[in-house]
């Protein structure tokens, strides 16, 4: 069965080809697109979802589309990511600037972690962030993930400025509501 998870305002799924004009617009557009990578074409773009799509055949997860339910609307990608080399299994997220500031990244972020730990049965969690994207550090925060120094990407990423931030699953779990 095709992993999807539903929240209060969101719907979580695999990525989908007719999701390549939110991807576009997310690339496309330069404030998002700042730390992750830095913009690009539609064609560009494309290629970067056909990698998140890849990623699903070939390990079982990806990132997830993000889905608002209220409108249909894609509203960017969130979940797992585990490339070679990657420095640990992150859970990374990216939204449109129209769905940032609604607490839309938080809540499919829980979900997502959530996932990696019921489902994948991971036992840590990791967030590569720039120490200049202070949004994305301010939710990683809120997640309760933990700020543990630089780290480094594989090349040809290796020069980029990262930091880790990490909890294990004792520590997600010790604070979920009983
Ligand atoms: C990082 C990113 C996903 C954060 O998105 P975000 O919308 O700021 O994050 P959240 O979902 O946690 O929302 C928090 C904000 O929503 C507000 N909010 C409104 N309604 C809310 C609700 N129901 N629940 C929670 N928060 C709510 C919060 O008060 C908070 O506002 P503040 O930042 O002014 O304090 C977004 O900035 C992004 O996509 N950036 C570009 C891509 C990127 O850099 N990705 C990370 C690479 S490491």
Same mark, same amino acid.
């Given at each position: 069965?095709?992993?999807?998870?539903?929240?209060?305002?969101?719907?979580?799924?695999?990525?989908?080809?007719?999701?390549?004009?939110? /991807?576009?617009?997310?690339? &496309?557009? #330069?404030? %998002?697109?700042?730390? *992750? $990578?830095?913009?690009?074409t539609?064609?560009?773009a494309?290629?970067?979802?056909?990698?998140?799509?890849?990623?699903?055949?070939?390990?079982?997860?990806?990132?997830?589309?993000?889905?608002?339910?209220?409108?249909?609307?894609?509203?960017?990608?969130v979940?797992?990511w585990?490339?070679?080399g990657?420095p640990?299994?992150?859970?990374?997220w990216?939204?449109?600037?129209?769905? /940032?500031?609604?607490?839309? &990244?938080? #809540?499919? %972020?829980?979900?997502? *972690? $959530?996932?990696?730990f019921?489902?994948?049965?991971w036992?840590?969690?990791?967030?590569?962030?720039?120490?200049?994207?202070?949004?994305?550090q301010?939710?990683?925060?809120?997640?309760?993930?933990?700020?543990v120094?630089?780290?480094?990407?594989?090349?040809?990423?290796e020069?980029?400025?990262?930091?880790?931030?990490?909890?294990?699953?004792?520590?997600?779990?010790?604070?979920?509501?009983a």
């Open positions: 069965m095709e992993p999807s998870l539903e929240t209060a305002r969101l719907i979580l799924r695999r990525p989908r080809e007719e999701d390549l004009d939110g /991807w576009a617009a997310l690339m &496309a557009d #330069e404030a %998002a697109a700042k730390f *992750i $990578g830095g913009p690009l539609r064609s560009a494309w290629r970067a979802m056909a990698t998140m799509a890849g990623s699903w055949s070939l390990k079982g997860f990806g990132m997830f589309s993000v889905i608002e339910k209220a409108t249909g609307q894609w509203i960017g990608r979940g797992p585990q490339p070679e990657w640990g299994p992150e859970v990374g990216a939204l449109l600037s129209s769905a /940032w500031g609604k607490g839309y &990244a938080r #809540e499919s %972020a829980q979900a997502a *972690i $959530g996932w990696t019921d489902a994948l049965d036992t840590e969690v990791i967030h590569t962030i720039d120490p200049n994207n202070v949004p994305s301010r939710l990683a925060m809120a997640l309760g993930a933990v700020n120094g630089p780290t480094q990407l594989p090349p040809p990423l020069n980029l400025p990262v930091e880790m931030w990490r909890q294990s699953r004792e520590q997600w779990m010790s604070r979920l509501p």
